[in-house]
């Protein structure tokens, strides 16, 4: 089993940043990418960003391109998510997950708990 957990949310103001973090306890062949996703209140798990362990391939959603960052650290099985010029509309819990490299939370296999980030204006 693997497990994932995240850290670093909080609340705060908008314009501020957050960088949020996951940990992998291990990494499995099966674990092409590890990617973002984000649940605001009433709405669907949506896709943030994603990377792949192997190489330099980053895919971020549009809307939150230029100002959203991933980034990994193979050493510490470790993906970065930042976050920068946050706007209440980036309000949500957001969930890492391991997997394959998609957009669809469908073909991810592991999940963190979640961290909540709250930006308020």
């Known amino acids: 089993q693997v497990q994932l957990v995240e850290s670093g949310g909080g609340l705060v103001q908008a314009g501020d940043s957050l960088r949020l973090s996951c940990a992998a306890s291990?990494?499995?062949?099966?674990?092409?990418?590890m990617g973002w996703f984000r649940q605001a209140p009433g709405k669907e798990r949506d896709f943030v960003a994603a990377i792949k362990w192997s190489d330099n391939s980053v895919y971020i959603k549009d809307s939150v391109k230029g100002r959203f960052t991933i980034s990994r650290n193979n050493a510490k099985n470790t993906v970065y998510l930042q976050m920068d010029s946050l706007k209440p509309e980036d309000t949500a819990v957001y969930y890492c997950?391991?997997?394959?490299?998609?957009?669809?939370?469908?073909?991810?296999?592991?999940w963190g708990q979640g961290t909540q980030v709250t930006v308020s204006s």
């Open positions: 291990r990494r499995t062949f099966s674990m092409y990418a």
């Open positions: 997950a391991a997997g394959r490299w998609s957009t669809s939370s469908f073909e991810y296999e592991y």
